[in-house]
Nanobody
Framework: QAQVRESGGGSVQAGGSLRLSCAAPPSANRRTCMGWFRQAPVKEREGVASIASDGTITYADSVKGRFTISQDKDNSKITLYLQMNNLKPDDTAMYYC????????????????????WGQGTQVTVSS
């Protein structure tokens, strides 16, 4: 399975910003579906944002207008980003990157990404 690895978590005060990164292997056929999830203690895992190979992006309502997902691709790797602005204490969670390969854009969403390759997560803590 393709291994993905997150980085960039940390602790910030409310209103601050962080950028998460995720490194993943390149796709042989350029069809990828990637996204971010998060899970806070005693809460269910929540899909945050996804991006398909055609650039189609979806966001959870809770992060619209504050978070931006993007990606860079080259021959050696794919780097997925999550720019998080105006962070709130409710954003505190472990953030996970997920990737699927060979997936057409029409099938790329946060639900299908549940079956993708997951990283170990990176912790984001927002204090009030």
């Amino acid at each position: 399975q393709a291994q993905v690895r997150e980085s960039g978590g940390g602790s910030v005060q409310a209103g601050g910003s962080l950028r998460l990164s995720c490194a993943a292997p390149p796709s042989a056929n350029r069809r990828t579906c990637m996204g971010w999830f998060r899970q806070a203690p005693v809460k269910e895992r929540e899909g945050v944002a996804s991006i398909a190979s055609d650039g189609t992006i979806t966001y959870a309502d809770s992060v619209k207008g504050r978070f931006t997902i993007s990606q860079d691709k080259d021959n050696s790797k794919i780097t997925l980003y999550l720019q998080m602005n105006n962070l709130k204490p409710d954003d505190t969670a472990m953030y996970y990157c997920a990737a699927m390969y060979g997936v057409s854009a029409i099938w790329c969403d946060l639900s299908s990404l549940q079956k993708g390759n997951w990283g170990q997560g990176t912790q984001v803590t927002v204090s009030s």
